[in-house]
Structures are given as structure tokens and as C-alpha cells.
């Protein structure tokens, strides 16, 4: 199967409100350029450096994503370009985003990661700590970084049931903060294996990679 067959037979799979990030991560420019030239223009990857080499190599109509664990001091490599950043789990992060953000006049669009997995590995921040963060952007006016959302990553195991625990529980994060701030509308869960659940259970954003590109030689 070819990249722009597996992406449009996904990409027409997904109900009309559900946004698709094509995951490029370890992908060499050729195939993202392929998903380019079927018609896809945001792509998602997990480490800066990366990213901003296949940004200068690429289409500058491509909006990429940061769905990584992302470190302070790589902040300002990337600021120039990229357009939602999904893994924001403190508040000295997003001060930095917008620190850099504003050297380039720019507004920055991020999620707040919840930890939703009950394994320890995952980043992430409880319902409270994204309240405190949303109540503390306000107060602070932090105009150049704009948090638009929430984003999960489920445990890594094949208890669909579990998977399923943890996406109620980013949606139920999700409407809780909602109620509070109407103007948040992004709830990215689901790769691969579990994007279909994830839209059942309220995901409007999904992050896929191997189901379009194949799979990666290693895992990052
Ligand atoms: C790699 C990655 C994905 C995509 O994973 P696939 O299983 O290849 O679809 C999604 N989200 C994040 C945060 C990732 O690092």
C-alpha cells in the first residue's frame, strides 16, 4: 500500500470534525512529501531537531505539530514555524513558548498534556494543575501563546478496556475545564491502534503514523 492510499483511506474514514496529524517522526522527506502531493499538509513530530530540518527542506504551507516531550532551551528553534505545540505539561514551558513567541511576534497555539495513563512513564499533568495553569495564563496575560486544548497519551498495553478508561477520563478532563473556558476545543487522542476508539470517545484530533507510513526501525 502506498503512503497516499493508506492516508486517504483514513482520511476518509474520519468523521468531518476529526483532524488528522500524520505522524512523520524517523520518515525521510521523500515520504512526507508524498502525503504533501496526496493533499495532506500537517505532520507531526516528536523531536525539534528533527523537525526543523525536514521544516527547511519542506513546502512552508506545511503546519507542523510538536507532539513530543518538549524541553525549554529547544524552544526557540522551532517558535518561528511551528503552528500547535501538544505537549505542554508546566507553566515554565508555556512562559518560555511565549517568551520566544513574542520575539517573533508571533502567537503560539498549544495543548495541555494530561496524564491519563496510569503508567509512570508518561508525562502529563492532573485536571488541577491545567486549571491552576489556565487560571494563571489569564492573570499573567501571557499574549502570545494561546491554549487551545487538551491533549492524552493511553497506556501502552492491548486492554482495550483500559485505553478506553483513560480517553473517557481526557474527555471528562476536557469538559470540566470547558465549562470554565468555552474558547478550548481541541482534544487530541488516538494513534495507530486506538484512533478509533478515541473518536468514540470524544477525540477531535488524531496523531497517526505507522497506519500511513509504515512502521518506524525504532521506537522512539
Ligand atoms: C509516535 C507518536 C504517535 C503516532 O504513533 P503511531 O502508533 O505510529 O500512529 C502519536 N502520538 C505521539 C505523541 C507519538 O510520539
Sequence with gaps: ????????????????????????KTKPIESILEAYHAGHHIFGE??????VDKY????????????????????????????????VDNYKLLMEINKQAQK???????????????????????????????KKYKIDDLHNVNITGVMGMATFTDDEKQIQEEFEYLKSTFDVLNTRYPELEIISMGMSGDYQLAIDCGSN????????????????
Aim: charged share 20%; net charge positive.
Design 56 to 87: 527547511h527542506k519542506l513546502p512552508k504551507d506545511i503546519e507542523w505539530h510538536m507532539i513530543g516531550h518538549l524541553q525549554r532551551n529547544k524552544v526557540k528553534y522551532m517558535v518561528e514555524f511551528v503552528s500547535l505545540i501538544h505537549g
Design 104 to 134: 517573533h511576534r508571533r502567537v503560539i497555539n498549544c495543548l495541555l498534556q494530561i496524564k491519563i495513563a496510569k503508567e509512570d512513564s508518561k508525562f502529563g499533568m492532573t485536571v488541577h494543575e491545567a486549571s491552576e495553569i489556565l
Design 46 to 51: 516528536n523531536k525539534v531537531q528533527e523537525m
Design 205 to 220: 484530533m488524531v496523531r497517526i503514523g505507522s497506519s500511513i507510513f509504515g512502521a518506524r526501525n525504532y521506537t522512539v
Design 1 to 24: 500500500m502506498s503512503i497516499a492510499t493508506n492516508l486517504n483511506s483514513i482520511q476518509s474514514s474520519l468523521p468531518d470534525n476529526v483532524h488528522l496529524v500524520a505522524v512523520s
